[in-house]
C-alpha cells in the first residue's frame, strides 16, 4: 500500500520496482520482484499494473546473510537520533526513519509521498521545488555535500533548529537524495546561555576592577593632597612675587616672565595628576588604542609617588628605547603597573633592609612586549606563591586589602592576550612580569577585513 501511494503520488509514467514476497498455498515464500505502472483515461489515474517477476530463488545461506544485513541496516536507521529521509528528484518523500518522527511529530505514513516541503517554514518552504530544479538544471551545489543549520517546521507548526546534511544518490540515472537532520535547539540554547553568562561574568569582572580602581584611589587620597599643595603652593608664592614686582614699579620684564614660566610649569604639573587619577577611576569603555607602553610606565610612577615616601623607598626606572607601540586599554595597563608598584611598595614598608628599592623595567622581541616590576623586599614564600592570584587571597592584613588586586591584574593582561606571573626564580625579593603582544587579535581581525 506504501509503494502504491508513492507511485500515486509521483503520477510518473514509467515503471517502479520493488522486491516484496508471496506466499504459496502450501506456506512457502517466494521473493518477487514487482514492476509497477500507474493507468491513465483523459489525464486521470485510473488504477495501477503490477507485474511480478519469480527469479531463481538465492540459498538459505544468501538468504540468511541478506536478512541479517537488511535487519542490521534497518536497527541502524530506526536507533539513529538523527532524522533520516529519502526524497526522489520531485522532491517527494520516499522513506523516513523513526527519528524523523520523533523529531517533526508526524507518522511515517504522513510524510511518505507527500513533498519535502511540508517540513520547512517560509520563505523555504515555498522555494524549494525552485531549488531542486535549479541543481538539477545547473549542477550548482549550495548546500549538498556540506552541512548547514538551517530551521524546520513541525507538525504543530513550530520551529526547529536543525544540522543538515545532504547526499545525493544516482543509481542508473535516477537521482534521489538523502538528508541526515540532527536536532540542535538544546545545542543552541546551551550556546546562548553561555553567551549571557558570559557576558554576565565579563560584567561582574568589569564592575570588580571599577571597585578595585575606587579602592586604590581612596589609598592615594591623601598622598594626592600632599602631592597637590605643594604645585599650588608654589603657584601661590610665584603670583605673590610677580604681584610685589608689579607694584614695586620694576620693568623686569624677563624676571617678570620667568615667574609667570613657572607657575605654568607648577600648574601643568598639578593638572597631571589630576587627569592620571580622574582617568583611572572613571569607569569608561575600553577602547584599544596604540599606544607607547614606556610613555605608561613614566605616568604611572609620578601618580604612584603621590602615595609613597621617595625618602625610604626609591623607584628605578630602566626602559628599553627600542620597545614598540601596541594596542592596549591606556587606564586598565595603568590599573595592572599601578597595583604591582603599590604591592611593591607594602612589601617594603614592613622589611629591615635600609636601601628599600623598587625597579620598574621594559624590554621587548620580536613578538612580546615585556614589563617587570621588583622589589628587593624579603620576596614570597613558595607558599603563598601558588595562591597569589587567587581571589581573595591576601598577605597583607585584612584593612589594608581585599586580595582581588592581582586576581583583576591578571584577568586583564589575559583579556590584552598576555601573561602575568610571579618570577618563582628571581632571589633578591619579589618580581611581577606581564608580557603583551605586540601585534594583538585586535589587529588580526582588522587585517582580516
Given amino acids: 500500500e506504501n509503494i502504491f501511494r508513492q507511485i500515486l503520488a509521483k503520477g510518473i509514467q514509467e515503471s517502479a520496482f520493488s522486491v516484496l514476497p508471496v506466499q504459496s498455498k502450501s506456506g512457502k515464500q517466494y521473493n518477487l520482484t514487482w514492476y509497477s505502472e500507474l493507468t491513465f483515461s483523459n489525464d486521470r489515474t485510473t488504477g495501477t499494473i503490477l507485474t511480478g517477476v519469480h527469479t531463481k530463488e538465492p540459498s538459505t545461506t544468501e538468504s540468511n546473510t541478506l536478512l541479517q544485513v537488511a535487519a542490521r541496516g534497518q536497527a541502524v536507521l530506526d536507533n539513529a537520533a538523527e532524522a533520516i529521509i529519502n526524497i526522489g528528484a520531485d522532491g517527494i518523500i520516499t522513506d523516513v526513519n523513526k527519528a524523523t518522527e520523533t523529531i517533526f511529530g508526524y507518522q511515517a505514513s504522513e510524510l511518505i509521498g507527500h513533498n519535502i516541503r511540508c517540513l520547512m517554514p517560509e520563505p523555504d518552504r515555498g522555494q524549494h521545488d525552485h531549488y531542486i530544479k535549479r541543481y538539477l538544471e545547473t549542477g550548482e551545489k549550495r548546500i549538498i555535500g556540506t552541512g548547514r543549520e538551517v530551521t524546520g517546521r513541525k507538525k504543530d507548526g513550530s520551529a526547529v533548529i536543525l544540522e543538515l546534511h545532504i547526499t545525493e544518490i544516482n543509481v542508473h540515472g535516477k537521482r534521489s537524495f538523502t538528508g541526515v537532520a540532527r536536532d540542535v535547539s538544546e545545542r543552541n540554547f546551551a550556546r546562548q546561555q553561555l553567551k549571557i553568562k558570559t557576558e554576565e561574568l565579563h560584567q561582574t569582572r568589569e564592575r570588580l576592577a571599577h571597585m578595585d580602581r575606587l579602592h586604590i584611589a581612596s589609598e592615594m587620597a591623601t598622598g594626592m593632597a600632599h602631592e597637590l599643595n605643594q604645585p599650588l603652593a608654589a603657584i601661590a608664592m610665584y603670583a605673590q612675587a610677580c604681584r610685589r614686582l608689579l ?40 577602547e584599544h588604542q596604540p599606544e607607547d607602553i614606556n610613555v605608561l610606565i613614566k605616568n604611572t610612577i609620578e601618580l604612584a609617588l603621590t602615595g609613597i615616601d621617595t625618602q625610604q623607598v626609591t623607584i628605578d626606572c630602566r626602559l628599553s628605547a627600542t620597545v614598540p607601540r601596541i594596542d592596549i586599554v591606556y587606564t586598565q595597563i595603568q590599573q595592572v603597573l599601578l597595583n604591582l608598584i603599590n604591592n611593591a611598595h607594602d612589601a617594603l614598608s614592613d622589611s629591615p633592609i635600609l636601601d628599600k628599592r623598587i625597579v620598574v623595567s621594559s624590554s621587548s622581541d620580536t613578538t612580546h612586549v615585556k614589563v617587570s616590576v621588583a622589589d628587593n623586599g624579603d620576596g614570597i614564600t613558595s607558599k603563598h606563591a601558588a595562591d597569589i592570584f587567587t581571589p581573595f587571597f591576601s598577605t597583607k592584613d585584612a584593612d589594608k586589602g581585599m586580595g582581588m588586586g592581582l586576581a583583576i591584574s591578571r584577568s586583564i593582561i589575559s583579556d590584552h592576550q598576555g601573561v602575568l606571573e610571579l618570577n618563582t626564580q628571581y632571589k633578591f625579593g619579589a618580581e611581577f612580569v606581564f608580557t603583551l603582544p605586540i601585534k594583538s587579535s585586535l589587529e588580526d581581525q582588522h587585517a582580516g577585513q
Avoid at 614660566?261 to 569608561?284: C, E, F, P, W, Y
Fill in 247 to 286: 607694584e614695586s614699579g620694576k620693568s623686569d620684564t624677563k624676571l617678570l616672565l620667568d615667574t609667570l614660566s613657572h607657575i605654568d610649569n607648577q600648574a601643568q604639573r598639578a593638572g597631571t595628576v589630576i587627569r592620571n587619577l580622574r582617568a583611572m577611576v572613571n569607569k569608561q569603555t575600553p
